[in-house]
């Protein structure tokens, strides 16, 4: 089954088709009530993968949140490597802004 809305497929779909032309854009979407993701370019061979969440709890990762979390993270990095593009092994803690926690982790482009 699938946790991702297509939305954010198509979101990540469209940033690795800019870096393939050379027009890539920041994109973000929402995965669910309770959890968005952003991806910024930083370098040319460089990106900020940015999940927001809000919950009562800020573990080291955020696969540390649980089963269905690990499912929805390992889905999106399965759809990023189709891109070519390499996932960090983990999105750590990052910081806490307007009680919402950011995991980060810093993707390599093709």
């Known amino acids: 089954m699938n946790h991702i809305p297509d939305e954010v497929l198509e979101a ?11 027009g890539v854009e920041p994109m973000s979407g929402k995965l669910k009530t309770d959890l968005w993701i952003e991806i910024i370019p930083d370098t ?3 990106a900020v993968c940015r999940y927001k969440t ?4 800020s573990p080291p990762t955020i696969r540390d949140r649980g089963s269905f979390m690990i499912t929805i993270i390992d889905g999106v990095d399965t759809r ?16 806490t802004v307007d009680d919402t926690h950011h995991y980060e982790g810093t993707l390599q482009l093709p």
């Open 80 to 95: 990023l490597r189709e891109w070519g593009i390499e996932p960090p092994t983990a999105y750590t803690y990052a910081a």
């Open 44 to 46: 040319d061979s460089t």
């Open 12 to 22: 990540v779909d469209e940033f690795g088709e800019g870096l393939l032309l050379g």
């Open 54 to 57: 809000v919950h009562t709890q």
